[in-house]
């Protein structure tokens, strides 16, 4: 009888250990782009993370077949110089997002496979720290460019009214 009881509990046990959804799954992804630099120069990655879940997620990483490698990056300005650093997450809040933008958080991609030309789409698997995934599409532009160049979506916000 004992068997039935602890095949009772576990099947029980098994659905709520299934309760908790994968970032990747109240993460949404919007305003993917890459500035693409000439060459193998580095190119850098820029998105809008918007959290729709109750929990906090974390951007851990990213990775594609365009580039051999991808790291997050932070830009500041720290003694009137201009610095990059490597960091490991980048948090997510419920409910908010996180944007990763020129001047401020970016993927850095390294080594491309091939040329990337502006124009071209190129998937990214965004990566959370609970082993999710975001499979994302970024728009590659010109070095000059300043945004994802999708006016159209993007609202404008006047300060002062």
């Not at 709520?16 to 120069?41: F, N």
């Not at 820029?46 to 879940?53: A, M, P, T």
């Not at 965004?126 to 995934?133: E, I, R, T, V």
């Not at 499979?135 to 006047?158: K, S």
Request: proline letters at 8%; aromatic letters at 4%; hydrophobic letters at 45%.
């Amino acid at each position: 009888m004992k068997p039935y009881l602890a095949c009772a509990l576990l099947a029980c046990l098994l659905p709520a250990a299934g309760v908790h959804a994968a970032a990747a799954d109240h993460v949404r992804a919007s305003h993917g782009w890459l500035r693409v630099l000439p060459g193998s120069l580095p190119a850098a990655g820029y998105v809008i993370l918007h959290n729709e879940g109750d929990q906090p997620a974390e951007l851990t990483g990213a990775s594609t077949v365009a580039y051999a490698r991808v790291m997050l990056h932070q830009s500041s300005m720290q003694g009137g110089m201009s610095r990059m650093s490597m960091i490991d997450a980048l948090p997510v809040p419920a409910h908010g997002k996180a944007v990763l933008a020129p001047g401020g958080y970016h993927l850095m991609l390294m080594q491309p496979a091939t040329t990337v030309t502006p124009g071209q789409h190129v998937r990214v698997l965004l990566k959370f720290s609970d082993g999710s995934s975001l499979p994302t599409e970024f728009i590659a532009r010109p070095a000059n460019a300043l945004d994802d160049g999708d006016t159209h979506a993007r609202p404008t916000t006047h300060a002062g009214g």
